[in-house]
């Protein structure tokens, strides 16, 4: 009891500091599953808690797991200059070009979802519900990585122009302010994507090219903002916190022209699509007809281990990003 206890406090502490957000990257992967057609729903909508409670396990997973954290971001501007044309799209071409510590070091998220869509695709094909069900919470994490700008740059929380911080503002604080009550999330349709490795491109560029935007604008906002107009201390979960004031949050939303809602909304198309492009790769299986539909001890003991894992790692002091 008390080791849940203190899960759940540091669930309330730190999850506006992980990418996108506990909140964003459970609300990506629950609303994706209404884009799906009525074939694949038969699935995911009993399971929708599990897919959506489950969208956080990447980033637990970075406490357990030492190669985790490059499987979320790529400091694309490592490689030259946008388009970035020197990088090859390919991961087995990059491999040749660069070593796999390099790499590693900048960041794999853009090959990683295709490493994914691979699992998942195959995880269809064998008809397994568990794999099928983890594969896509974690999969929708990735994909909604690849969309967020400051995955796509080195200076990823503003941590080289004096902006500590901005990672978790952009990602979770305006998320959770605004989108329960002014963002719209019902879209269309999932679609099939013919070639999943131009599509996450297209999208890693799309946040690459954001992400001057979403440093400067904060910049040029703080410059017009006295530190007590900036930050205020308010009421989260019967505690009173220090976090940037709603004014500032809302002025920095209208800056962005609502930037941060047209990436979740993307986000959330894109996750569905993937899910989609997997299930018609492995022939459209029948997903009332599925085998292993009960998680192992196994499975259970992994999801312990990662809360595990991830609460000592806050325990001792580490960043929640």
């Known amino acids: 009891m008390k080791k849940l206890l203190l899960i759940t406090l540091l669930t309330i502490t730190c999850q506006n500091l992980f990418p996108w957000g506990f909140?964003?990257?459970?609300?990506?992967?629950?609303?994706?599953?209404?884009?799906?057609?009525?074939?694949?729903?038969?699935?995911?909508?009993?399971?929708?808690?599990?897919?959506?409670?489950?969208?956080?396990?990447?980033?637990?997973?970075?406490?357990?797991?030492?190669?985790?954290?490059?499987?979320?971001?790529?400091?694309?501007?490592h490689?030259?200059?946008?388009?970035?044309?020197?990088?090859?799209?390919?991961?087995?071409?990059?491999?040749?070009?660069?070593?796999?510590?390099?790499?590693?070091?900048?960041?794999?998220?853009?090959?990683?979802?295709?490493?994914?869509?691979?699992?998942?695709?195959?995880a269809f094909k064998e008809k397994d519900q568990a794999k099928i069900l983890k594969l896509s919470a974690d999969m929708g994490h990735y994909i909604a990585d690849a969309h967020v700008p400051l995955h796509v740059c080195s200076n990823h929380n503003g941590q080289l122009t004096n902006q500590h911080g901005i990672h978790g503002f952009w990602e979770s604080r305006i998320p959770e302010l605004l989108a329960a009550t002014s963002w719209d999330f019902m879209l269309g349709k999932a679609g099939y994507i013919t070639n999943p490795v131009y599509f996450t491109w297209a999208r890693i560029l799309e946040s690459a090219a954001a992400a001057d935007t979403v440093l400067r604008i904060e910049r040029e906002l703080t410059a017009s903002f006295t530190a007590d107009q900036k930050y205020s201390f308010e009421p989260r979960n019967g505690q009173v916190i220090r976090q940037y004031?709603?004014?500032?949050?809302?002025?920095?939303?209208?800056?962005?022209?609502?930037?941060?809602?047209?990436?979740?909304?993307?986000?959330?198309?894109?996750?569905?699509?993937?899910?989609?492009?997997?299930?018609?790769?492995?022939?459209?299986?029948?997903?009332?007809?599925?085998?292993?539909?009960?998680?192992?001890?196994?499975?259970?003991?992994?999801?312990?281990?990662?809360?595990?894992?991830?609460?000592?790692?806050?325990?001792?002091?580490?960043?929640?990003?």
């Open 23 to 77: 909140y964003a990257h459970k609300q990506i992967n629950y609303y994706a599953v209404f884009l799906l057609p009525p074939e694949m729903l038969v699935l995911y909508k009993p399971n929708i808690g599990f897919i959506s409670d489950h969208a956080v396990d990447p980033d637990k997973r970075r406490y357990a797991v030492a190669a985790e954290g490059a499987r979320h971001y790529i400091d694309i501007d």
């Open 79 to 122: 490689y030259g200059v946008y388009p970035f044309d020197s990088l090859p799209r390919t991961y087995t071409n990059a491999l040749k070009k660069y070593n796999k510590d390099t790499l590693q070091k900048y960041g794999i998220v853009p090959w990683h979802i295709q490493t994914m869509l691979f699992r998942l695709t195959a």
């Open 245 to 321: 004031a709603t004014p500032f949050c809302l002025a920095y939303n209208q800056q962005l022209n609502n930037m941060i809602e047209r990436r979740m909304r993307q986000s959330i198309s894109a996750v569905a699509s993937f899910w989609y492009t997997a299930w018609v790769n492995a022939g459209q299986p029948d997903l009332k007809q599925l085998i292993n539909k009960s998680f192992s001890d196994d499975d259970r003991r992994e999801f312990e281990e990662l809360n595990t894992a991830w609460l000592k790692g806050h325990v001792k002091g580490k960043d929640c990003d």
